[in-house]
C-alpha cells in the first residue's frame, strides 16, 4: 500500500509568516512521530501523538510549534511567526503502535525561511 | 537522556568491499537499536534492528553487532554496491517507547 506522504514537499516562507505542514500516515497505523532534521545533522524529535493524543510534545523548541491529529490520522504541525533557524526538513513517521515497532518515515517537507 | 553517536562522520569504500559503519550509545537502560538509511531528498528507511537480548543479527547482505559491555554496536555491509551510497544512522530506543535518537548519520561513499 501507500506509504507515508507529506505535503507540501518544499515550503519557502518570509520571517514572520505562519506555515502548517501536512503528514497522511500509513492507514491504520496508531503512532505517528514528527522530526525536523537540520542540514547534515540527524532527525530531532518533536512530537509523538497515538491515534489523537499527543502523548510527548517535549521536543518542540518553542511554542511557535504546535501539531495536532484531530481523528487519528492525518496531522498538521504548524509553526507560527516562523523564524530563520526553523529551516530544516521536517519528516513524519509512522508506525502500527507503540512497543518499538518500525517507524514509516515519509520524504519530508523542506522549510526554508527567507 | 540519550546520546548517540558514530566514530567517522565519512566512510570512502570500493565498491565490491565490505563496509563497516560504527556507533556509540551512552544510556546503558537501551534495550532496542535500528539502523536506518537515509539518500538524499528521502526519510531515513529502515534497515535492520537488534534487541539488547541479543549480540548479532544478520539480514540481506547487513549484519548488526551489539556489545552492550562498551555500549557499541556497528553495521556491516557485504559486497558494497554503488546503491548503498548514503548517509546512515544508529538510532537507540528504552522503554518500549518509541521516542527515537538519532546520532549524528556516517555518509557512505561507494567507489566504483
Known amino acids: 500500500g501507500a506509504g507515508v506522504s507529506q505535503s507540501p514537499r518544499y515550503k519557502v516562507a518570509k520571517r514572520g509568516q505562519d506555515v502548517a505542514l501536512r503528514c497522511d500516515p500509513i492507514?491504520?497505523?496508531?503512532?505517528l512521530f514528527w522530526y525536523q532534521q537540520a542540514l547534515g545533522q540527524g532527525p530531532e524529535f518533536l512530537t509523538y501523538?497515538?491515534?489523537?493524543?499527543?502523548?510527548?510534545k517535549s521536543g518542540l523548541p518553542s511554542d511557535r510549534f504546535f501539531a495536532e491529529r484531530p481523528e487519528g490520522s492525518v496531522s498538521t504541525l504548524k509553526i507560527q511567526r516562523t523564524q530563520q533557524e526553523d529551516s530544516a526538513v521536517y519528516l513524519c513517521?509512522?508506525?502500527?503502535?507503540?512497543?518499538?515497532?518500525?517507524?514509516?518515515f515519509g520524504p519530508g517537507t523542506r522549510l526554508t525561511v527567507t | 537522556g540519550e546520546s548517540v553517536g558514530l566514530h567517522l562522520p565519512t566512510l570512502s569504500v570500493q565498491e565490491g568491499d565490505n563496509s563497516i559503519i560504527n556507533c556509540a550509545y551512552s544510556n546503558s537502560a537501551s534495550d532496542y537499536f535500528i539502523w536506518y538509511k537515509q539518500e538524499s531528498g528521502k526519510g531515513p528507511q529502515f534497515i535492520i534492528d537488534i534487541r539488547s537480548n541479543m549480540d548479532k543479527r544478520q539480514g540481506q547482505r547487513v549484519t548488526v553487532l551489539l556489545n552492550k559491555t562498551v555500549k557499541h554496536l556497528s553495521l556491516q555491509i557485504a559486497a558494497t554496491q554503488p546503491g548503498d551510497s548514503a548517509v546512515y544512522f544508529c538510532?537507540?530506543?528504552?522503554?518500549?517507547?518509541?521516542?527515537?535518537?538519532f546520532g549524528t548519520g556516517t555518509k557512505l561513499q561507494v567507489i566504483p
Open positions: 492507514s491504520g497505523h496508531v503512532s
Open positions: 513517521a509512522s508506525s502500527i503502535q507503540g512497543g518499538n515497532y518500525e517507524q514509516y
Open positions: 538510532a537507540a530506543l528504552s522503554g518500549g517507547y518509541q521516542k527515537v535518537t
Open positions: 501523538f497515538q491515534n489523537e493524543a499527543q502523548l510527548d
